[in-house]
């Protein structure tokens, strides 16, 4: 994290993306700006960030699309900018797999934070070859952030990495929510418990055979989740 990481900016504020681009500049970041959804998907397209800030309300492409989009052709980290009253917006983008939220207005040190966050979770960290945890079809390799599901690999988003590697360090024992927030989310502030109930939902999609009737990942009642033994 540093120098050679580009975060791009959708935000059609341009107040707002000139003093957050300015921000990330002295910090030692590569700075990419766009001013709707349209340009801003052809930016992350063409130029591979490594981090997106996405503003929702975008002139051309609401920023939900631009989401979906992105996620078309890349595992992109994105924290979403949303108005602060804008609550359903937050929900849909957790429920689409956003890494990270903010709400405006916001401080610039708390974005700088979340933003160095959430790419420390995309790095992988310095750990032994043998810290790979493999529980019946699912491997979790820490070292190199990769999953594999009956030999096939996973393409999963930051956060959904760090939820199955808690569930899988973990394997065997119900976990309640809170618990798999202190292990798998890295926040500064409040995240609602129901927050995880969302990303089990989507990563359940990604690696159960059917999510409907999920054997791997188990509801615990009244308690939380556990992955099978």
Known sequence: MGLQDTILIIEDD?????????????????????????????????????????????????????????????????????AKDGESDRVAGIELGA???ITKPFYMRELVARAKMVLR????????DEDVV???????????RL??????????????????????????????????????WDESEYIDPRTVDVHIRWLRQKIEEDSSSPHLIQTVRGIGYRLAD
């Open 99 to 101: 890494d990270d939220y």
């Open 14 to 82: 341009q107040s707002i993306a000139e003093s957050v681009a300015y921000t990330l500049r002295r910090e030692g970041f590569g700075v990419l700006l766009a001013g709707d959804g349209p340009s801003g998907l052809a930016e992350a397209i063409a130029n591979k960030p490594d981090l997106i800030l996405l503003d929702l309300m975008l002139p051309g492409m609401d920023g939900l699309d631009v989401f979906r989009a992105v996620r078309r052709h890349s595992n992109c980290p994105v924290i979403m900018l949303t």
């Open 147 to 184: 999953v594999t599901v009956r030999g096939a690999q996973v393409d999963l988003t930051p956060q959904e990495f760090d939820l199955l590697d808690c569930l899988a360090r973990n394997h065997g024992r119900a976990l309640t929510r809170q618990v798999i927030l202190e292990q798998a």
């Open 134 to 144: 493999t529980v019946r079809d699912i491997v979790v390799d820490r070292g190199r």
């Open 121 to 128: 979770r995309t790095r992988a960290p310095a750990l032994d």
